[in-house]
């Protein structure tokens, strides 16, 4: 276990692990502006949705305090893996911890996020994350 939830996987492993598991699922917890955007996994190929829950909104960045609630209703089985991605890796952290705390004890932490790292020239999606590691992805 990573700190205070399950642990960190890379991209390429969640996407493992959410083909692997039948019962895994990706939550989302960027903004709607994010979704909007700059674009969202797509997870067609396996057959599943995305979950959309904001960990915080924009631009205030209050944090969003039905998230819990919204997980709950979205996610009812608290034995599910969930692997919670945000753009480059740590709002999805809180995410995983507040998940943790609430019961669900299978929370992830991808790596990375959607986005990942800057290259040198200040753009993300090209070296790291979802994007950068070519999954599916679509605005």
């Not at 699922?25 to 829950?53: H, P």
């Amino acid at each position: 276990m990573s700190g205070q939830y399950k642990g960190d996987v890379t991209p390429n492993e969640a996407w493992s692990m959410l083909k692997e598991k039948d019962d895994a699922v990706l939550v989302d917890v960027r903004t709607l502006a994010e979704w909007k955007c700059v674009g969202v996994t797509d997870l067609s190929a396996l057959s599943k949705d995305n979950i959309y829950i904001e960990w915080v909104n924009f631009p205030d960045r209050i944090p969003n305090a039905h998230f819990l609630d919204q997980l709950a209703q979205a996610v009812p089985d608290k034995n599910t893996p969930i692997c919670f991605l945000c753009r480059t890796g740590v709002r999805s952290i809180g995410a995983a911890i507040a998940a943790t705390e609430a019961g669900y004890e299978n929370s992830y932490n991808i790596l990375e996020g959607f986005e990942g790292d800057p290259d040198d020239q200040g753009h993300r999606g090209r070296i790291s994350g979802w994007q950068g590691v070519n999954l599916p992805w679509k605005h």
